[in-house]
């Protein structure tokens, strides 16, 4: 048996299973163990539904606990609990996958869990396997080019308002914003300031149950949508 086992960081797509990389699914039927993050408020983990048909059922897959909060000192210490259950297995030897939504190195959770990892061990070893990120799926599901020849498009979040919107629009050909959720109100009014709101597509639970796309923002739509939804601005350029 090895002295140490692998972690890898399996990235799993945003909802559809067949989204899933054939990497991916070998790794997954491979290691003894999964582990997926939960919020700490339900028991339901999304990446553990995204890949449940496609691991054997006698694999356990070990819910994490993390909690919805901005306290940095309650974060750290679910990561360093977390990190801690994980590095377990690895010490017995045994593989192990943690399970992420989308692509593990974009505003997921594996991130902070890798960087405690490797402080507590900085030898181990840590293998990621990409996954197909919410807003490449987003594009694809409502038609949308992101990004031709010279154009560019940047990806950032609303968890903290519209501030960023305004920073980068200038510089983008089309913008990409995820954690839109709970500062929709906002954010809609300032795509109504800059007069984006047309050129703007809102996909909720894509590759979901209940999936939905808004082609336009025009009209009074300001009801605040899911968790998972995405906005993508592409300012009137690369569809016309
Ligand atoms: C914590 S981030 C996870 C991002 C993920 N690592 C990725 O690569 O897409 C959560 C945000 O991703 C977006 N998202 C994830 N899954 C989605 C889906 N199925 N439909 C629309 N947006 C989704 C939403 O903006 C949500 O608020």
Not at 8 to 23: F, H, M
Not at 118 to 144: C, F, K, L, N, T
Not at 220 to 228: E, I, K, V
Request: with cysteine; glycine share 8%.
């Amino acid at each position: 048996m090895k002295e140490r086992g692998t972690l890898y960081g399996v990235g799993v797509g945003p909802g559809d299973p067949e989204l899933l990389s054939l990497k991916a699914v070998r790794i997954l039927n491979q290691v003894p163990v999964i582990f997926a993050a939960h919020s700490s408020k339900n028991n339901y983990s999304l990446a553990k539904e995204i890949i449940s048909p496609h691991v054997p059922p006698s694999t356990p897959v070990v819910r994490l606990d993390f909690p919805m909060t901005r306290s940095k000192e309650e974060l750290e210490c679910a990561w360093k609990r977390n990190a801690d259950s994980i590095l377990d297995r690895l010490n017995r030897g045994e593989d192990a996958a943690f399970v992420t939504l989308g692509d593990p190195m974009i505003y997921s959770t594996f991130g902070y869990i890798m960087r405690t990892i490797r402080s507590a061990a900085p030898d181990v070893s840590i293998e990621i396997v990409p996954g197909i990120s919410s807003y490449q799926a987003a594009a694809a599901a409502s038609g949308s080019i992101l990004a031709e020849a010279e154009g560019s498009f940047t990806v950032i979040s609303g968890a903290m308002g519209a501030r960023k919107l305004k920073e980068v629009i200038d510089a983008a050909d089309s913008i990409v914003m995820l954690k839109v959720y709970k500062n929709y109100r906002e954010i809609l009014e300032a795509l109504e300031e800059l007069e984006l709101k047309e050129d703007s597509v809102l996909v909720s639970r894509c590759g979901l149950e209940g999936e939905r796309i808004v082609q336009s923002l025009r009209g009074p739509n300001g009801d605040r949508p899911p968790y998972l939804t995405t906005l993508i601005v592409r300012k009137g350029r690369l569809t016309k």
